[in-house]
């Protein structure tokens, strides 16, 4: 049941928040990610009381980083932006969507680990999202910090029902067709009945692997 879900999330949230010495969670502007930081904002009595990291590769939608900047007013967490932007010229983003993700993406994101001195990180993927993530582990130690997964055990369905549970606003663009939300160039609505990251570019869906071995969530 979702209500279990939930309480084992809380559990797995509580229990890093008190070993971390410094905690930080991730807030993509999707919806996971939102879930993500409602349950923080649970857990921490109402407020998101970690530092929120937003990787911001200049290529995304309008649309999200309105949201972004709208969840950060509504809860009034500290917003963290990292970027890389300038290390791929504009005409050849998304042409190699490995080295785009890991130069937008991965490179900011392992500058901001070691800038804010990272012990806990918090992501909000799911296991039933994409095959290299299924047999990750709620905690994930990495070289230099430990990733805090607490919504493995969510699936799409439990996202959307936790969000219309506690009447939670999201980015506009899962009204047009958005299933999963990403970079424009790499990014397209899903048709009915696809799969979540149907919309996504095929070639970064099949390198996912090897993505998350250069430190991609």
């Known amino acids: 049941m979702l209500t279990e879900k939930i309480e084992r999330s809380k559990e797995i949230i509580a229990a890093a928040l008190e070993q971390a010495k410094g905690a930080m969670a ?26 929120v990291l937003n990787i911001d590769t200049g290529v995304k939608f309008p649309e999200i980083y309105r949201f972004i900047d709208k969840m950060r007013r509504l809860w009034g967490f500290n917003l963290v932006r990292e970027n890389n932007i ?21 490179v900011p ?45 969510f699936t799409r369905e439990d996202i959307w029902a936790y969000i219309r549970l506690h009447h939670l606003p999201y980015c506009s663009l899962y009204d047009r067709g958005y299933v999963s939300l990403g970079c424009r160039p790499c990014t397209s609505p899903a048709g009915s009945g696809e799969a979540e990251r149907s919309g996504r570019a095929a070639a970064k869906e099949r390198a996912m692997p090897d993505l998350r071995q250069l430190g991609y969530f």
């Open 109 to 153: 994101l392992k500058r901001a680990l070691e800038k804010y001195r990272v012990s806990h990180l918090f992501t909000a993927i799911r296991r039933d999202e994409h095959p290299a993530r299924a047999g990750e582990d709620y905690i994930s130690p990495r070289e230099d910090h430990i990733r805090v997964q607490p919504l493995l055990h």
């Open 26 to 51: 991730t807030f993509s502007g999707g919806k996971d990610s939102l879930v993500l930081l409602h349950l923080i904002r649970t857990v921490q009595g109402g407020k998101i009381a970690i530092p």
């Open 86 to 106: 300038g290390a791929i010229p504009p005409e050849e983003i998304g042409r190699d969507q490995v080295q785009c993700c890991y130069r937008l993406k991965t």
